[in-house]
């Protein structure tokens, strides 16, 4: 085999080291140029030296970030600007990323892509930071402002009626949903820039179908026309009459609760002036002495109403702050009336 002079081997290699030479300086050439295909969020910046690259995205994507994020809900419109918002971009960081992602790997392969028009399919995420807490007090002040409590239905008392208040739908929004839609749009760059909130119902825990369930049997006493009225699914079914408390011991006015019911109740008479020697004492149920005849549905601190043999204080104010009624009458009202009976007394 013949031999290769020298000064061909020494010739290739000064070659070699001139082509090599050329390549890095063609790749030092272009460290501040994005490689192409790369792309800052939505923006394209490949083949754009930094300075470039910045306008762009200046431009293209932070500029949009100015505009107020509009939330609409309920005919309202809340506004939450880029001051509130405490928005900031990253940009050196963001363009300092482009363009290393365009330099991974080697210079060799770094030339042979420029040089051949290829590209890096690579997107930076945009290095934008805003405050969580605005976005929530936003979110907290269309809540408050378009949100409506339901309204449960119930009734209103009347010495000699009961009346029904209708329930009400309330409504509210999805404050979760809400927020995520304004971080979403904050750090969006397209021009619209609105949000919307929908309005969701909030049922009533109780309807006015429910009450009748909720009130099976009910009591009002009229004490101004001596009357006591029973009620059942809140419709007037029986009306009595009866004597309620005189000048100076009146029947207490209220809403109360059947708390005790008896047959031929005991008497525990009260430690009052008007018991005389009385006073203190425990009267047996059915004793000749004993005011209180037959039956006894107990309301509140020693007042209930229960059966007289007086039957000419029917219609008066006569007792000591109970409810006196017909023997027969309270005989009947008690199989009709459980303990825990709502018992209206005006």
Not at 52 to 75: D, F, H, K, N, Y
């Amino acid at each position: 085999m013949p031999r290769i002079p020298t000064t061909i081997i020494l010739a290739a290699v000064v070659v070699a080291l001139v082509g090599v030479g050329g390549v890095f300086a063609y790749d030092s050439s272009r460290r501040d140029i994005i490689a192409n295909g790369i792309r800052i969020g939505d923006v394209d910046v490949g083949g754009l030296r930094t300075d470039a690259a910045r306008e762009r995205v200046t431009q293209r994507l932070l500029t949009p970030l100015q505009a107020p994020v509009v939330i609409s809900s309920a005919g309202n419109t809340f506004r939450l600007t880029a001051g509130e918002a405490k928005i900031r971009a990253n940009l050196e960081t963001m363009i300092d990323a482009a363009v290393e992602r365009g330099r991974e790997g080697g210079v060799l392969a770094r030339t042979w892509r420029s040089l051949t028009g290829g590209e890096v399919d690579a997107r930076v995420a945009p290095d934008i930071e805003y405050s969580r807490p605005a976005v929530q007090r936003i979110v907290d002040r269309v809540r408050v402002a378009v949100s409506r409590k339901a309204v449960d239905a119930r009734v209103d008392f009347a010495p000699d009626s009961i009346s029904i208040r209708p329930a009400h739908t309330g409504r509210t929004i999805d404050a979760r949903l809400l927020r995520s839609d304004v971080q979403a749009v904050l750090l969006s760059s397209t021009d619209d820039r609105t949000v919307t909130a929908p309005l969701h119902r909030v049922e009533p825990k109780v309807t006015a179908d429910k009450l009748s369930d909720r009130y099976p049997v009910v009591v009002t006493i009229d004490r101004g026309n001596f009357r006591l009225n029973l009620f059942k699914k809140l419709k007037r079914i029986q009306t009595y009459r009866i004597a309620v408390g005189q000048v100076g011991l009146e029947t207490p006015a209220g809403l109360y609760k059947i708390q005790t019911k008896a047959v031929n109740p005991a008497w525990h008479v009260p430690n009052s002036d008007w018991a005389g020697e009385l006073a203190g004492q425990v009267i047996p149920g059915g004793a000749p002495n004993n005011p209180l005849k037959a039956r006894w549905l107990g309301v509140y601190d020693g007042v209930g109403v229960h059966g007289t043999d007086a039957r000419g204080s029917i219609g008066t104010n006569a007792s000591h702050g109970c409810i006196r009624m017909l023997i027969e009458d309270v005989e009947k009202l008690y199989d009709e009336v459980p303990v825990g009976t709502p018992i209206f007394i005006d």
